[in-house]
Structure formats: structure tokens, C-alpha cells
């Protein structure tokens, strides 16, 4: 390859962990003999202070710029290797650890021979994995623009007041003019909190005089486009002008859920029984009401007793207020007896002093509510009561709401129908993902009070404020092994937008149509299955790409022994099962050689494909357990790749067992060795492929059908969506899709090696001679070359009145 | 350059390097539990213990936090060292019965039974804080810590219950000297959606 790198490899002997049980020399005679490692090295510990010194030493004399550690688990040493090796120009990226205590020396009785023999192969292959790797520019992120907060939310004021606090400056878009407005309408929103509206409004006054917050009116919100630093946010304007575009670095939502009354279920009728946000309207207009108030706190009844504490705050804001004011009002509470009643010591004084009555009632019974009363079962007695009411006071329903809904659409939030917008983290390391969380803040993302949603509010912004202060200061970073899309490749199909639920893939500017994609660098967590969907190859991991895992792949295929399996192992659980087996010394049959990807959805179909092609007889996948995939659906992702793997093998005339995906959970490690064992005993039985030259050129057919786009399309409307939920995918009319998938395969492949065929020999064919080189019949042949004609891939020519074929 | 000796080696060091990396540089073993290569060392579970010689004195210390020094003489199996050893391997075999890594270590120095009371036969952590350590420091999820004080102090995810913040990456069961940290890893991240069965269940 024309990569002019550098490759030092340094052999850890970790006490008599690895030395005795691995024949270290002969290991580093090996790998010296080999002409793509510039360097061996070997400590007695790499990790520790006189063994990284010693790194440190070998990397400066020999210019080194790719590193190999071969030692233990790369889940847990690698990081200390990045950061102590920074100082010398190393990234992450350029190094890279073989596990030889875990996957080698310490899980099965081999010779020490044997070991080192065993150790150079996975060396090699990731030292091939390294030369082909091609490093980028650390991107550093800039933000364009100040921040802007949208989506109406009271959380608006603290979000602004926060952002002002710390010097940001922010763009707050607001429906209405002025504040008071949304004084006078928060009740609708957030009941029972008339006593946290002083403060409230020393916010409000406290961002309407800094000079750093920009307020506007805008209409709805119509479009966001762009990526961290740089969005365009469009708002339809509120007079009906033209659209309203404005350039922002960072958005923060602050969106508001709605309280629903509840159904005639629970006798509501807008009058006499009425919710939370009824009663607060009637206590601001009418004053607080004579005769008999109750406040049944009906959550569980409605289905969502998680919600009393809100609903039993807010009814007791308001009791309070009327007894406070109307002493003739009795007061009563009617609560589950299971509820804990969220009052302070103070309050429940309070409450006595009042005279407001708190009546339990048993569960098991629902009160049923009739005019002027409700009967209800005393939970100790268990005799049937009836309380007597003038007005009925029931919790609200709380929910999402259209309008948060709508905004959080657009803003690209992934959202069930009906749920709220609280979001899924994304369960990868923190160091993974520049962004860890869309800002979001309000009793949109999950019921809250005030104080709660305030609170929001100022968390989002001070972590937006912090992220900025970063940016200013010229050190914000976005992660290493993100997604890039190369835009000259990209036909803006959108696929990758669709399967992948990291929410990071956007258009270059405007929505729909066909238009290049990008990447948000700081919100791809660099699982990758997207990447390795793409029909054009146009997407692609960076600094850690399909052609090093094919070149890692390519390597290691060429040294193995007929017997021995390749295997990928994800780090969240074939290889962390793996590496597990490794730490408790578990034995497993030594013929597997586990390469490691940070998510099994990074395999490319081409770099499956290549394992064979190379010379691999068999390839075992071992990822999450189902459900549990850390990358969006790249396990399920995968077991489609898979499948397209096997019927192609299946074409080829070879077994389709050869490949299989299975499942590790990384606290299970005897499932894993199971799972390896049986495998390999498996294939053992089956023996290699035979390397005729007919199984080569149908192998090289293979390789050319998964890298073309129309079997990748194919394929890629099988994959599994982020709103599907069955594993591994839709299976609905799995028949009649599999069959019309075996319907493009088929014919893909036998176009494919009528191709290579042609453009290896570079000369004119028959029909009847391509058959014959082919191994295949003259009609399935005919077909393909017509339409292949058609097409324009191959020219016809006719000599002595035969028609002869040739690539063009 | 510093020179000591450890056991009557004479050995080499460099300012910064603990005795226990001095050591494992030049091959000699020094048993450890609670220590990581990944993290900063702690000197929890004591079990690195050496003897420092001065003179008629000596006195014992943790050999993965304390520095090399100039002209220090170590010893990092004497009988005073060995006595120590097996002190804390007989307390760490009441402690943690079920830990076969324990029992293995405390065989090894030929401590088979406890004095001490048992308080709990199935317990297998030793309270180190190496996977608490390193989830803060290679993983920076920060998702476990020691719960609760005294005798009640476990490892755990706030309030014992699955948290959010855990990753599921494993490091923490990979790093556990003891094993108890997979006995547990289920309340740190919560039971996955799907549980695949096991042979005969």
C-alpha cells in the first residue's frame, strides 16, 4: 500500500501472565522477519511507568507513528495508552492492542510455540488494519451564531438567565410580546403554582434587562437544519410574512407539556367536577368557592400513580389557598391509601392548623362518583362512606401535547406516539459521543412542577454554556471515529438517516429531495451500521474505515490454517465475553481468532465477503444478546448482512453454516466458549473450502454482488428501523421478500462473474464458452448478457454469424 | 537515576516510579488485589506490602503507592511481609468465602481457614473500589460508588438501583480481582430485555 507509516509492535510479558505461557522470542523473531513492522519491542509490563517510558523511548528513536500493544484487554488499557501516548504524537486511533493474555495465553493448553505462532497472526492482521489506515484532522467545533432557545417553554427564562449568567449570548423565540402574557397562561401548564410566580417573574425581569438576550416573536417553527455550531432554524412569521430564518450555534428547546381534563369516566363535566386547571382558572376569576371542596387525587384510578406527587403538591397548593382566604370552605382530601402524601413537617402543621381534612381510601375499591357525593371504602374498617361535595377537584391527565410534539419532530428528537420526550440515552462510552444529550427542558419531557422544569432549564444551558466557552477557547473537539459522508459518492438516498437513530445524519441544507447528507460529529457515536448500509460506500467511519477492516480481515484470512475460524466479537459482548473468558483463565477450543469492531453493525457485507474471498472457511459474528445492541439496531442490522452472506454462499455451492452470527452476554462467559466450541466443532466437520480456480472466481463473484448498489439497496430495505420492533426486522411477507432478495442476488452474482470473467481476460466471448467457464447454463447466462447489453456494461459483436461478448 | 535494592537486587529506578513498578520491572512478583495498571493506584486492600529496611528498623508499605527512593532497601517476601500477608488474606478469606481468586491467593501463602467470623458464606467483594475507580477513570460513566457506611457498605449504583448512567461496557467486571463484581453487574445495569436461556433451563 502507498501509506509511508511506521509500525512498532510492543510484546507485554505482564509478570508470568503472558512471558512463560507465550514464547515471547520466537514471537518477536517472527514479527522482526516481518517487513511491515519497522519495530518489536518488549517489556515486562508496556503499562506500567518504566514499560511506557520505554514506549515513549522506542517511538521517538524509531520514528514510530502506528503502535501494536500486544497484552490484555483493549476495553480497559487502551485509554491509558491514548492519553500517556499523546505526548508522543500518537492519537487515538493509530494505536491498537491485541489481547495475548486473555484471547491467547491463558485460555488453552497450546505449547508456548504454538501460542507465539498464534499471537502473530491476530499481531499481523491489526498491524495491516493500522497501514491502511489513513488519519484525519482532529475537527475542532466552532459555533456560528449564538444560542437560540425556542419551543415556548417557561424553562425559557431560566435557560436565558443561566446562558446571560455566564456570558452566552442568546436568542429567546417567543410567541408573545410580552411576559406577563405567559404569567397569566402558565396555569394551564402548571397548576397549583402561584406561590413559585414571584420568583418566576424575577426571572422574567431579570432576562429582559440583560443585554445578551434577544427576544423575538416568531410564528411556528418550521424547519432546523445543520449541525452543532451551525443550524439554521426557520420560523414562519407571525404576521404571515415570508419565513423567518435565523443562523444559531446552539439550540436549546424548552417545551411545555398539556394537561388534558379527565373523561366522564370520572364524572367531569367542566362545572362542578372539575382538574387541577379548571379549578385554578375559577380560583383567579370567581375567587375561591363556598360549601364543600374535594380534591379526589384520582392518579391511580387514571392509570398513572407515578403522577400523585405532582397532582397531590398542586391540590394542596390550592387547598390551602382557599381556606386560607374562604374559612367558611371545608377542605377535604381524597387520596389512594397507598400514597405517600408529599408534605414537610411544616406543611402537615400547616394543614392541621387549617383544618383540611385528608381522607385515605382503600384502593381496592374505586370511589364512585355521584351528584354531591363520593362513596369510597375506608381502608381500616372496610364500611363504605360517602363524602359530600359542592365542587369535585380530579387530577389532570398529563400529556406531551401536539405542539411539543411538533417542535420535537423537527428538531429531529425520535418520539413515540403518545410518550414523552424524555430521551434514550445512548448507552457507549462518554469519550464516544461529543454530545451526550439533545437540550431539551419541560414538562414535555417528562411531568414535572415548576421548579423542576426551571431546573431544566438551567441545566440545559449550562452545559450548552459550557460546551460554547469550550468552542470559544478553541478546544472543542469533536470524537475520532465519527461517520463523514463523502459528498461526490452521496445520491442523498437517505437511508442511513433512516436506520440510524443516533439522530447525527442530516441534509446539507434543506429537507427531502436529493440532496448529500452530513454528519453531526458530535452527536454519531460511531457505531457505524449506517456506514456500512450505504449502497455507495459514500458514508464512512473515519479512522476507522472498511478498508482497514478488510486489510485486518484480508491479513489474517491469508494466514490461517484450513481449521482455524475467524471471528468478529463487538466490544459490548463477544469480545468483552471474550475477554472475560481470558480473565477467569477459561479454556476454549485455540482455533478461534477473534478480531475486535466497536459495533458488529460496522461489518460491511465486502468485508465479510473479503474473509472468504481471502481465504477464510468460515466466520462467526458473536455481538450483543438480542435487544441490547448499544449502536442503534446494528446487531439486527447485522443479522440481515449475515443473511445475504449465506444465500450467496449458498450460490457459490458452499455451506451456508460457514457463516453465523451469535449472541454473548459479557457476564456469561461459558455461554460464550459454548457458543465458540460448538461452532468450530461444527465446521470442523464440514473441512475448508477447496481453493480450485472454479470456487475462486465464483468467491470473487461474491465479493464484486455485496458491493454492488443494487443488492446493497436491497439489502438496505430489509434492515431494521429505529420504529420497528421485532428482532430482526420487518417479517411480515418474509416469504415472498426473502424469495424476491434471492431473486436480485441471484442474478447480481451471475452478472458479477460474467464481469470479472470479461474484464480479467479482456477479450471477446461466446456465449457457449463463458457457460463453460462459468459452470453455469447458457440460459440464467443469456438473460444477464442481454440485459447487460442493454445497459451498456458489454458490447456485442458478431464473428463468422456467433454473437461474442466483451466488457466495455 | 535512583538506585535500590529489592530482595538484594540491586535495581534502577527513575523519580515517580512506585516500588511495585520498580519491582515488576525487574521481574519481581509482588502480589496485588485492589491495583490497576488502567487506574491510579489506591493502597485499599494492602496486600503489596513491603519492608522498608533503615538500619536495625524496618517498617512496612504499600509498594503501589510509595515512590522509589534513593538507596531504599526492599524486601518484598520477608517473614515480617509474609506474616502481613497472610494476616490480611485469613481477614479477606472471612470477608469474602465465596471468592475463588481469594481462596486460590490465600492457598498460595497456606492460609486454608479463617479465624474470623463469617459473616456472610456467599460474599465475594473485598470493598477495594477498583471497579468504582476505574468506571470513573477509563470509562468516566461514574455510574457505581460505595453505598452506604460501615458494615452495611456495598458496591452499587445510587440508591441500588439500575442507573442511567451505566454504560454496560463490562469494565468493571473485567477489572474485579475477586470476581464479586459479575455476581452483581445485573443491579448495576439492569436485567436486559431479553435473556437468552441456558443449557438445561
Known amino acids: ?222 424547519s432546523m437544519t445543520g449541525r452543532t455550531g451551525d443550524y439554521h432554524v426557520t420560523f414562519s412569521d407571525p404576521m404571515g410574512g415570508p419565513p423567518r430564518i435565523y443562523e444559531v450555534g446552539a439550540v436549546i428547546a424548552a417545551l411545555d407539556g398539556q394537561m388534558l381534563n379527565q373523561g366522564s369516566d370520572f364524572g367531569h363535566d367542566g362545572r362542578n367536577v372539575i382538574c387541577h386547571t379548571e379549578a385554578e382558572e375559577l380560583l383567579w376569576t370567581l375567587g375561591p368557592p363556598e360549601g364543600k371542596v374535594v380534591f379526589w387525587l384520582n392518579d391511580y384510578e387514571a392509570g398513572h400513580p407515578e403522577y400523585s406527587y405532582l397532582s397531590c403538591r398542586a391540590a394542596w397548593s390550592m387547598a390551602r389557598y382557599i381556606r386560607e382566604r374562604s374559612p367558611l370552605t371545608q377542605v377535604t382530601m381524597l387520596h389512594h391509601h397507598q400514597m405517600a402524601i408529599p408534605l414537610s413537617a411544616g406543611e402537615r402543621a400547616a394543614s392541621r392548623k387549617l383544618g383540611i381534612k385528608w381522607i385515605p381510601y382503600d384502593g381496592a375499591l374505586r370511589p364512585t362518583v355521584q351528584a354531591g357525593f363520593v362513596t369510597y371504602c375506608d381502608p381500616e374498617s372496610h364500611v363504605e362512606h360517602e363524602l359530600p361535595w359542592d365542587k369535585l377537584v380530579l387530577s389532570p391527565r398529563r400529556s406531551v401535547g401536539q405542539e411539543a410534539t411538533k417542535v420535537a419532530h423537527i428538531l429531529g428528537l425520535e418520539h413515540q406516539e403518545g410518550a414523552f420526550l424524555e430521551e434514550r440515552k445512548q448507552r457507549v462510552r462518554p469519550e464516544q459521543v461529543g454530545r451526550q444529550e439533545a437540550f431539551l427542558a419541560g414538562s414535555a ?152 469492531v ?158 470479472n470473467l470479461l474484464k480479467e481476460q479482456a477479450r471477446p466471448f461466446q456465449l457457449r464458452e463463458l457457460a463453460a467457464a462459468l459452470h453455469e447454463d447458457e440460459k440464467p447466462l443469456m438473460d444477464s448478457l442481454r440485459e447487460m447489453v442493454g445497459e451498456g456494461v458489454v458490447g456485442r459483436m458478431h464473428k463468422d454469424g456467433v454473437a461474442h461478448y466483451v466488457m466495455r | 537515576m535512583l538506585s535500590l535494592t529489592i530482595d538484594g537486587k540491586k535495581v534502577e529506578a527513575e523519580a515517580g516510579w512506585s516500588l511495585l513498578d520498580t519491582a515488576r520491572q525487574h521481574g519481581i512478583d509482588i502480589p496485588t488485589l485492589c491495583y490497576h495498571e488502567a487506574v491510579e493506584p489506591f493502597g485499599a486492600c494492602r496486600l503489596c506490602v513491603v519492608e522498608l529496611k533503615q538500619g536495625n528498623n524496618s517498617r512496612l508499605v504499600a509498594s503501589c503507592v510509595y515512590p522509589a527512593e534513593e538507596g531504599l532497601e526492599v524486601f518484598t517476601s520477608s517473614e515480617k511481609v509474609n506474616s502481613v500477608r497472610r494476616w490480611i488474606l485469613e481477614m479477606l478469606l472471612s470477608e469474602c468465602p465465596a471468592s475463588r481468586e481469594i481462596r486460590e491467593m490465600a492457598g498460595q501463602y497456606g492460609v486454608n481457614t479463617t ?17 468504582v475507580r476505574a468506571c470513573a477513570q477509563v470509562v468516566g460513566a461514574n455510574a457505581i460508588s460505595t453505598v452506604g457506611r460501615g458494615a452495611q457498605k456495598e458496591i452499587g449504583s445510587p440508591y441500588l438501583v439500575p442507573g442511567e448512567d451505566c454504560v454496560a461496557c463490562g469494565t468493571c467486571v473485567t477489572v474485579c480481582p475477586t470476581g464479586a463484581m459479575g455476581a452483581r453487574f445485573e443491579r448495576v445495569r439492569g436485567v436486559p430485555s431479553v435473556i437468552m436461556a441456558r443449557p438445561g433451563k
Open chain 1, 445 to 596: 419531557r417528562y411531568p414535572c412542577d415548576l421548579h423542576e422544569s426551571l431546573r431544566q432549564g438551567r441545566r440545559a444551558a449550562a452545559k450548552t454554556a459550557e460546551m460554547i466557552s469550550k468552542a470559544q477557547a478553541g478546544e472543542l473537539y469533536a470524537p475520532r471515529m465519527v461517520c463523514v459522508v463523502d459528498q461526490s459518492k452521496c445520491i442523498g438516498c437517505g437511508l442511513c438517516k433512516e436506520i440510524c437513530d443516533c439522530g447525527g445524519i442530516e441534509p446539507v441544507e434543506g429537507p427531502g429531495g436529493n440532496i448529500p447528507r452530513h454528519v453531526d460529529p458530535m452527536v454519531c457515536t460511531g457505531g457505524g451500521t449506517c456506514a456500512a448500509a450505504c449502497p455507495y460506500h459514500a458514508l464512512t467511519i473515519q479512522n476507522n474505515t472498511s478498508d482497514q477492516r478488510e486489510a485486518r480481515v484480508s491479513t489474517l484470512a491469508q494466514t490461517l490454517d484450513p481449521d482455524e475460524v475467524m471471528a468478529f466479537g463487538c466490544a459490548w459482548g463477544g469480545l468483552a465475553a471474550a475477554d472475560n473468558a481470558g480473565v477467569k483463565g477459561m479454556a476454549y477450543d485455540p482455533r478461534l481468532y477473534m478480531l475486535q
Open chain 1, 598 to 755: 466497536s459495533c458488529i453493525g460496522q461489518l460491511d457485507p465486502s468485508v465479510l465477503a473479503r474473509a472468504f474471498l481471502d481465504g477464510a472457511n468460515s466466520l462467526l459474528l458473536i455481538g450483543c444478546p438480542p435487544e441490547d445492541c448499544h449502536h442503534s439496531f446494528g446487531l439486527d442490522h447485522t443479522w440481515s448482512r449475515v443473511n445475504l452472506m449465506k444465500k450467496l454462499l449458498g450460490l457459490c455451492g458452499f455451506d451456508r453454516r460457514r457463516i453465523a452470527l451469535a449472541h454473548a452476554d459479557l457476564n456469561r462467559p461459558e455461554d460464550y466458549i459454548r457458543t465458540v466450541n460448538s461452532f468450530i466443532k461444527s465446521m470442523a466437520e464440514l473441512g475448508p473450502i477447496e481453493r480450485t480456480p472454479e470456487n475462486r472466481e465464483k468467491l470473487a463473484g461474491l465479493y464484486a454482488t455485496v458491493n454492488n448498489p443494487r443488492v446493497r439497496w436491497v439489502l438496505g430495505a430489509t434492515l431494521r428501523r429505529p420504529w420497528e420492533d421485532v428482532y430482526p426486522g420487518n417479517q411480515r411477507n418474509a416469504l415472498a421478500f426473502d424469495r424476491d432478495m434471492m431473486g436480485v442476488v441471484s442474478e447480481e452474482f451471475i452478472r458479477a462473474r460474467v464481469a
Open chain 1, 1 to 222: 500500500m502507498a501509506n509511508d507509516c511506521k509500525i512498532g509492535v510492543f510484546l507485554c510479558e505482564c509478570g508470568r501472565r503472558i512471558a512463560p505461557l507465550v514464547d515471547i522470542d520466537q514471537l518477536k523473531e517472527k514479527l522482526e522477519a516481518d517487513p511491515l513492522i519497522s519495530y518489536v519491542g518488549v517489556e515486562p509490563f508496556s503499562c506500567l511507568a518504566p514499560g511506557m517510558a520505554g514506549l515513549k523511548k522506542a517511538i521517538a528513536d524509531n520514528g514510530l507513528d502506528r503502535v501494536v500493544v500486544a497484552g490484555c484487554e483493549s476495553r480497559v488499557m487502551l485509554h491509558k495508552f491514548e492519553r500517556e501516548l499523546a505526548d508522543s504524537g500518537l492519537e487515538a486511533g493509530q494505536i491498537d492492542m491485541v489481547n495475548l493474555r486473555g484471547h491467547v495465553a491463558q485460555v488453552s493448553d497450546l505449547s508456548p510455540e504454538e501460542k507465539a505462532a498464534k499471537g502473530f497472526k491476530l499481531i499481523k492482521a491489526l498491524a495491516a488494519g493500522l497501514e491502511t489506515l489513513a488519519l484525519t484532522a482532529h475537527e475542532k467545533v466552532e459555533f456560528k451564531g449564538p444560542a437560540m432557545i425556542l419551543g415556548g417553554g417557561i424553562a425559557t427564562y431560566s435557560a436565558a438567565q443561566e446562558l446571560s449568567r455566564r456570558g452566552i449570548e442568546c436568542i429567546v423565540a417567543v410567541a408573545t410580546d410580552e411576559w406577563e402574557d405567559e404569567i397569566r397562561m402558565l396555569h394551564e401548564h402548571y397548576p397549583g403554582e402561584r406561590h413559585y410566580y414571584d420568583r418566576l417573574e424575577a426571572i422574567m425581569k431579570d432576562v429582559d434587562a440583560s443585554p445578551l438576550v434577544r427576544r423575538i416573536t416568531v410564528g411556528e417553527l418550521a
Open chain 2, 115 to 131: 479465624r474470623f467470623e463469617v459473616k456472610d458464606p456467599e460474599e465475594q467483594c473485598i470493598l477495594c473500589g477498583l471497579c
